[in-house]
């Protein structure tokens, strides 16, 4: 497929647009995959607690993921991880990303607390400063919503 081009240019003559019909169906085939790993961080059934203050992420930061099941189990994109593991991995995405780390730690609410006290253990031995619990928005509670504030 060739684009007639009425100029006295040769370099014109002959483009043909096949090359960059090409690299546009790469380049959305890269973006469908990449943003299907993305999602993925956020599908393993883990049922939040519930949080009045909650809000929703309004963009998809690069954050690192740590889900926690109802069994005290650490899983980092898709992998069980033991503490020790978890440990290394914070410390390693931390040296390659200093200061800028963002873990987000998402444990089901039927778990002890245990794991997720460990989590942010972890998180403090690797220097992540930034690290932060996922819940789901609720209604504010009905005592707060009927009595007027204490002085």
Known sequence: MS???RN???ALESLTMTPL?????NLLIFFLI???FAEEERQLPVKLPNASEAQPLVSKPRELFINIDQNGRFYVGG??????QLEKMLLEAWSANPSRTTVIIRAD?????????AAINACK?????????????TGPPAEAASSPPSP
């Open 79 to 84: 992998k069980t991880l033991t503490l020790a």
């Open 34 to 36: 990449a943003s299907k």
């Open 21 to 25: 019909i090409d690299v546009v169906f």
């Open 125 to 137: 031995k690797a220097n992540i400063s930034d690290y932060r619990l996922a819940t789901r928005k």
């Open 109 to 117: 609410e039927r778990c002890r607390l245990q794991p997720v006290v």
């Open 8 to 10: 006295k240019s040769r």
């Open 3 to 5: 684009v007639l081009i």
